[in-house]
């Protein structure tokens, strides 16, 4: 991208932003080809917070209450939640996510991420992994935000199991998919049984 006028650039970066609320400074320093502090100028002059903030308001607005797992349990910071339809969740892979030879995340961390909210959008009490199909498609680095988005797919079986499909990405670029098939309640595992 070329360098704007102030003018395009804010109308430009407000619209970025507003698809894409996730985007970091660094980010959009880099796309618009300016310095972070042109960024974060333009940002207050347009009156939009920061990531932090952002992120902060949208869980404020539309967040259903997690039923399946305590909020502490589910991986990463739940920012949008409809229970039995979607979520988003973001983790930043920090030094205890990493291997300290490369400074690539641990699949286990974006795993639990992706599980843990494939559960959470689950409208029930009790909720648990049955199977899970995944993909890691490229490796997470130090520092990069994991932002998964969860999708529930269909609800099978008298309502006992859902397909739970959660799709990774940092920044725009996918980076795990996953097929997750969830019971429903430990009741119907009891039914199952006998």
Known sequence: MERLPKKQRQEKLS????ENPFVTDEELT?????????????RMELGIPELRERLKLMAERSYDQVRSLAIDEVIG????LQLDKSG???LEMKEEHV???NQIARGHHIFAQANSLAVAVINEEVALT?????????PVRLHEKCVAKAYVRAITGERR??????FTYVGEELVFQGNFTVYRSAGDMAEEKE
């Open 88 to 90: 988003i969740s973001i």
């Open 15 to 18: 619209k970025w932003i507003e």
């Open 161 to 166: 199991k859902a397909k739970v499909e959660v």
């Open 99 to 101: 291997f300290a030879r």
């Open 30 to 42: 880099k796309a618009f080809q300016v310095s972070i502090q042109t960024i974060r100028l333009d």
């Open 130 to 138: 049955v199977s899970a199909d995944i993909r890691f498609l490229r």
């Open 77 to 80: 910071e739940v920012v949008d």
